[in-house]
């Protein structure tokens, strides 16, 4: 009986034994080629890699720089449609306007530093990440100024792209500095790898900022096409005359006593002591915006851009009503030559059921 217990014990542990050699095979071989499966990008994930590996890709990565452009015929992202006492609803007659009531809610005292409404910087409460939009456009140029990527994209076209997206990264810090005063100038992507000193980047002076943003404007202009040649596709697409309007407001807005000389700004000043705002008034500022302006409509007329002028109607109408009609089809009409930049993307579908008053108790924002 003893032996019999020892054999058994014996042959159960051979068993096992042999069957921890056919487990531990498969993990064996798992281990020496697990590195190479792993090194195996799936064909549906998207890399940088390959979005400048060809036109194509790159041209969709350009758009991408371009989708955080403000929706601004839409009253969810845009506060000055409702930011004045023109259209007033209550709560309780809104229905699906609810959704439009940003400006209102402003108006009401709502806006707050927890979570703010229209907060641009975050993109959160119908905002757009611009920080985001900003990174975006730096790992587009970090790329696309590369020859050796994108080998199939024409030296002009990629001059072109290089321009259009340093409008934009400039255009996205104008949108801030418009917002929220000094901003943090992001020039570079931090590295993933990066510290945490190096990731607290500093807010710049309200002045220094300006010039930045105009020194990227300056950069793209010279290589923007003066206009669209292929109107079937490209309508909307950064031109020069565009970037020297942007440039125009930009020097404008820093002329304006708002940041010009205001002296409710002496104590603003960044934790080392630097001030943030120049509280002295420069009247040469005034002048800068005077230039840049009249630099502006003089491109927009050499590249046709005039007012619009109604002349549709087939028989005459009076002074007044052609104004009317001159003022807004000059709005309404597409692609007309007065728009100096139009956004094919900013849908105003819902604009006109935004603008009906509430005129009878039986009012339905749904109808």
């Known amino acids: 009986m003893k032996y019999l217990i020892k054999y058994t014990v014996k042959r159960r542990y051979k068993l096992l034994h042999a069957k921890m050699v056919w487990l531990l095979i498969p993990v064996l071989f798992a281990g020496t080629s697990c590195k190479k499966y792993l090194d195996i990008v799936p064909d549906n994930v998207a890399t940088i890699d390959n979005a400048f590996t060809s036109k194509n890709e790159a041209e969709k990565y350009l758009f991408t720089c371009y989708s955080y452009l403000p929706n601004n015929a839409n ?86 792209w290089i321009a259009e997206a340093k409008f934009l990264k400039a255009y996205y810090h104008y949108l801030l500095l418009r917002m929220y005063g000094p901003i943090p100038i992001i020039d570079k992507n931090l590295d993933i790898f990066a510290s945490t000193d190096e990731m607290k980047v500093k807010r710049m002076p309200f002045d220094t900022c300006v010039d ?44 304006s006593p708002l940041f010009n000389g205001n002296s409710d700004y002496a104590g603003f000043k960044d ?31 050499s590249a046709g851009h005039v007012l619009f002028t109604f002349s549709r109607a087939g028989y005459k109408l009076s002074d007044t009503t052609a104004r009317q009609m001159s003022i807004r089809n000059a709005i309404t009409e597409r692609w007309n030559a007065e728009k100096v930049w139009g956004l094919s993307n900013s849908m105003a579908s819902n604009l006109q059921r935004v603008s009906m008053g509430c005129l009878t108790t039986g009012f339905n924002s749904n109808n």
């Open 212 to 255: 930045y943003i105009a020194r990227l404007l300056d950069e793209a202009t010279a290589d923007l096409p003066l206009l669209i040649t292929d109107r079937s596709t490209e309508m909307g697409r950064i031109t020069r005359p565009i970037a020297l309007a942007v440039k125009a407001k930009l020097f404008v807005l820093a002329a």
């Open 75 to 160: 009253p969810t992202s845009n506060i000055g449609f409702l930011g004045g006492d023109e259209i007033w609803i209550p709560k309780s007659r809104r229905g699906n306007l609810e959704n439009f009531s940003m400006s209102w809610d402003i108006a009401l005292g709502s806006q707050n530093t927890g979570s703010p409404l229209a907060n641009y910087w975050d993109g959160t409460n119908t905002g757009r990440p611009l920080f985001q939009a900003i990174r975006q456009c730096n790992i587009f140029l970090e790329n696309i100024v590369d020859e050796n990527k994108v080998i199939d994209l024409t030296p002009d076209m990629r001059v072109r």
């Open 271 to 301: 934790k080392d002591g630097v001030p943030l705002f120049s509280t002295t008034f420069e009247q040469s500022k005034w002048q800068k915006a005077a230039d840049a302006a009249k630099e502006a409509i003089d491109v927009s007329e």
